[in-house]
T-cell receptor
Framework: GENVEQHPSTLSVQEGDSAVIKCTYSDSASNYFPWYKQELGKRPQLIIDIRSNVGEKKDQRIAVTLNKTAKHFSLHITETQPEDSAVYFCAASQVGNEKLTFGTGTRLTIIP | NAGVTQTPKFRILKIGQSMTLQCAQDMNHNYMYWYRQDPGMGLKLIYYSVGAGITDKGEVPNGYNVSRSTTEDFPLRLELAAPSQTSVYFC???????????FGPGTRLTVL
């Protein structure tokens, strides 16, 4: 089955700097890659996703890039703000595998 | 739309007791999922369903059972509760496995 590895497990950045979280996946058939944000004590919520026919997608300060050849995808957050502090999960899914495989999460802390 | 709702929000069980965690969605989603999240850890899939009458095991199904008699409801049954089942349980739903999963607020379960 699919295996998703996520790095780093913790990340601290100064407010205003950029943060990058990377994930690798094992199954080349995977074609859907969402990112979820989970604030402390809250439920996970989708912040951005990308499909295999697209190399990059942006939404204001958040962007995701996908390299299918290398089987990795990354979340980029620019101009970080205190409200970006949370745990971020990457995931992968594919046609025929009716569920998401989640990464282990990255705890992002924004230092004021 | 209420989205995905879960009851109860909190519960304390004694070892060996049983209980049912309720999950309902009003978005007419075919796909529903149960995850558990241990403190400081990621999401582990317990069971999932692709439609009424169809359920399948996820990564950690032992000690749990599910049923899906309607599109809206997906209850999770814990039989003979054990301390290892202390966790936060999230229910989620989606149109399919290649689209956003909407999570419920979670049930915090403690087994003593």
């Amino acid at each position: 089955g699919e295996n998703v590895e996520q790095h780093p497990s913790t990340l601290s950045v100064q407010e205003g700097d950029s943060a990058v979280i990377k994930c690798t996946y094992s199954d080349s058939a995977s074609n859907y890659f969402p990112w979820y944000k989970q604030e402390l004590g809250k439920r996970p919520q989708l912040i951005i996703d990308i499909r295999s026919n697209v190399g990059e997608k942006k939404d204001q300060r958040i962007a995701v890039t996908l390299n299918k050849t290398a089987k990795h995808f990354s979340l980029h957050i620019t101009e970080t703000q205190p409200e970006d502090s949370a745990v971020y999960f990457c995931a992968a899914s594919q046609v025929g595998n009716e569920k998401l495989t989640f990464g282990t999460g990255t705890r992002l802390t924004i230092i004021p | 739309n209420a989205g995905v709702t879960q009851t109860p929000k909190f519960r304390i069980l004694k070892i060996g007791q049983s209980m049912t965690l309720q999950c309902a969605q009003d978005m007419n989603h075919n796909y529903m999922y149960w995850y558990r999240q241990d403190p400081g850890m990621g999401l582990k899939l317990i069971y999932y369903s692709v439609g009424a009458g169809i359920t399948d095991k996820g990564e950690v199904p032992n000690g749990y059972n599910v049923s899906r008699s309607t599109t809206e409801d997906f209850p999770l049954r814990l039989e003979l509760a054990a301390p290892s089942q202390t966790s936060v349980y999230f229910c989620a739903s989606s149109w399919d496995y290649l689209n956003e999963q909407f999570f419920g607020p979670g049930t915090r379960l403690t087994v003593l």
